[in-house]
């Protein structure tokens, strides 16, 4: 690779090194993989020796607005010699994973060169080339899908680390030459009054966050932005975006711009208040949850640096907010005179402020056979953020591949701290028997193992096998089924009942057919009336629970589970799998042992998890006398209908943010 540098002296010269791709997505698997266009994300990342010094523009720590100038650039020979070509136009819009470029549009040999947002001076996207009207870029935000390569998540955290100390370090560089911030710092999109935030702050400020261990995933960003907004504007709330970042930089970058919410819109700039707050969470965070992995010397330099900032503050409310946070964070120096390590603040068990979950929903099937599907956020089971749909639908034997790369975003979503999102899918009663807690994550991962050891090193299988991604749903989280005709008409009083009697407890349980558990479920039984079970299962007991041993998708099972949700049941535990009846005694024996553990409804979810990691393992199975896949209704009445909450529009940015 060839590059100019400017020398101390003010001369440009030419330097060269070899480039090595560490990074690609996509890559080809053989070469008729090749095609035109080249499919997203088309990012690689390269790594250039001798080029350590070399200085770089600022990436975008925020998806870019609507309309934004641009400015492209890039290498051309347009003209009959070979040079940089820099063009202007604007973000026209965005067209699926791609940017619309208008104006001066990519030409040949522009490919790979930047697209910077000219209001805040940084990279938001890569040119990928033309069409007839318009350019196509790749945001900068692909990234992150290079995480899902092996050993991505590692080296995309390094190159971003390494770009925010790279900022850092030039603030401070005695070079005549203005560095990158400098630069910025004269734009009007980092000047009051249109932000609070200046470069020079934003780059000392990630410059520090970039010493700081990596967050677990997108929730723990999402939920302290969330909390500090909320926090700093006195009124909840939630964003109806999905924002799919995955530094702490960017958590920052979504508080740009932030302003206190008013009639008719407007309102004061809080946007420094909310960063430093975030910021001051970010270090408490990481010092609870992962002291091991925190410098002493590098996290005293930041927590001294923010209770500078707070002191200077103009909001003394904020100083002290700050401040109380960073309390216990400070770093004392030991007997050798080096900085010592912190003293971690003691953690205090509490409930969490806010709890994160995922809801699938599946309606019912349209005239092709065809069902639609969305995907969707709910926090504390008031506010809903969309994450995937399809009207159109898909087969029931295509959903599982579907709905993967949604369930993935939206569960990476919901997990933060110690919560784990559960999973509630909302079903046509046919589908209740679909196998959802075996769902993977992870592409190809269905078949995790092997007919026989084949005597050779099973150390690079080692990554997928321990990626949680590639276990069955069931295994780590909670996953219910709840009835979608239900949900969508308000509560009958039988329904409410009933589930005070479940919460209350103690549960307990009968069949759910009203025969005998021995005697299962012989082929054709089938009751007359044409309410065969409501009778049984109005008279039952509140906390009860009836249990059928065998699918409810049709047949038998699929009356009786009608019957037990006119009744007003809300929690029903069945055998999904097919089978002999005589199994049939076992699984009542292992349904009665569950909801003993149990004992109420909120207490379900553990024991259910135990028994399938269990039922997952065949031989563990057999030796334990266990039997079938387990689903489980778990249907709520006294949350809002999904789909019919008040969706208010996002808060407007600051102006040019």
């Not at 400020?205 to 929730?219: M, S, T, V």
């Not at 723990?220 to 700093?232: D, G, T, Y």
């Not at 933060?416 to 993977?440: I, M, T, Y």
């Amino acid at each position: 690779m060839t590059w100019q540098e400017r020398t101390a002296a003010g001369a440009w010269v030419e330097r060269t090194g070899t480039g090595t791709a560490v990074l690609l997505a996509p890559t080809p698997e053989t070469s008729q993989s090749f095609r035109d266009p080249w499919p997203f994300p088309d990012l690689a990342l390269v790594n250039v020796a001798g080029a350590d010094d070399v200085r770089c523009l600022w990436l975008s720590d925020r998806e870019p607005g609507a309309r934004a100038p641009i400015e492209l650039y890039g290498w051309s020979v347009q003209t009959g010699e070979l040079g940089i070509r820099h063009g202007t136009g604007e973000l026209a819009g965005s067209d699926a994973r791609a940017l619309l470029l208008g104006g001066s549009l990519p030409i040949g040999g522009l490919s790979g060169g930047p697209v910077l947002d000219r209001r805040h001076g940084s990279v938001i996207g890569v040119i990928k080339g033309r069409r007839r009207e318009e350019g196509v870029a790749v945001p900068v935000t692909a990234l992150h899908e290079l995480l899902d390569l092996r050993g991505g998540p590692a080296v995309l955290h390094e190159v971003l680390r390494a770009h925010d100390l790279h900022h850092l370090r030039l603030l401070d560089d005695p070079s005549p030459y203005a560095d990158w911030t400098t630069l910025q710092a004269t734009l009007p999109a980092l000047a009051p009054p249109a932000s609070g935030i200046t470069a020079d702050l934003r780059a000392r400020l990630y410059g520090h966050l970039a010493e700081l261990p990596p967050p677990a995933g997108a929730g723990e960003i999402v939920h302290l932005v969330e909390e500090v907004k909320e926090q700093v504007r006195g009124e909840r709330l939630r964003s109806l975006v999905l924002q799919n970042v995955r530094t702490w930089r960017e958590g920052a970058g979504l508080l740009h711009g932030l302003r206190t919410l008013e009639p008719g819109g407007g309102g004061t700039l809080v946007d420094l208040d909310a960063v430093l707050l975030y910021a001051a969470k970010v270090v408490r965070k990481v010092v609870r949850e992962r002291p091991d992995e925190v410098d002493p010397a590098r996290l005293g330099a930041f927590a001294r640096w923010l209770g500078g900032q707070a002191d200077g503050h103009r909001n003394w409310a904020v100083g002290e907010a700050v401040r109380g946070l960073l309390e216990g964070v400070g770093v004392q120096e030991g007997d050798d005179g080096r900085p010592a390590a912190p003293e971690a603040p003691p953690v205090v068990v509490r409930p969490p402020a806010t709890r994160t979950d995922v809801l699938v929903k599946v309606g019912p099937p349209m005239y092709d056979g065809r069902y639609p599907w969305s995907v969707q956020l709910i926090y504390d089971g008031l506010d809903v953020t969309p994450v995937g749909a399809d009207d159109r639908g898909v087969r029931v034997e295509e959903l599982a591949a579907v709905l993967r790369e949604p369930l993935a975003q939206a569960l990476s979503q919901g997990d933060h701290g110690e919560h784990l999102a559960a999973l509630e899918v909302f079903l046509p009663r046919k589908l209740f028997d679909l196998p959802v807690d075996e769902w993977q994550l992870l592409p190809g991962s269905e078949a995790m193992e092997t007919d026989e050891d084949d005597g050779e090193d099973e150390a690079d299988d080692d990554g997928d096998f321990f990626d949680e991604r590639s276990m069955p749903l069931g295994m780590r989280r909670t996953v219910v089924i709840r009835d979608a005709r239900r949900n969508n008409r308000p509560p009958t009083p039988e329904w409410r009942r009933r589930w005070r009697g479940a919460v209350q407890g103690p549960l307990a349980h009968e069949s759910l057919h009203g025969r005998a558990p021995a005697d299962g479920h012989p082929v054709g039984a089938r009751s007359a009336g044409k309410y065969p079970y409501y009778g049984a299962l109005s008279s039952m007991d509140d906390p009860c629970v009836p249990v059928y041993c065998g699918p409810v998708g049709s047949g038998e099972g699929q009356t009786a589970m009608r019957d037990a949700l006119m009744a007003g049941h809300s929690v029903v535990l069945w055998r999904r799998d097919r089978h002999d009846h005589d199994e049939c005694k076992d699984f009542h024996r292992q349904a009665a042992h569950v909801l003993g553990m149990a004992r109420h409804a909120e207490g379900l979810h553990g024991p259910v998890r135990d028994l399938r990691i269990r039922l997952y393992d065949p031989e563990s199975a057999r030796a334990q006398g266990l039997r079938g896949k387990l689903a489980v209704l778990f249907d709520p009445p006294d949350r809002p209908p999904y789909g019919t909450e008040t969706m208010r529009p996002p808060p407007l940015a600051a102006p040019g943010g």
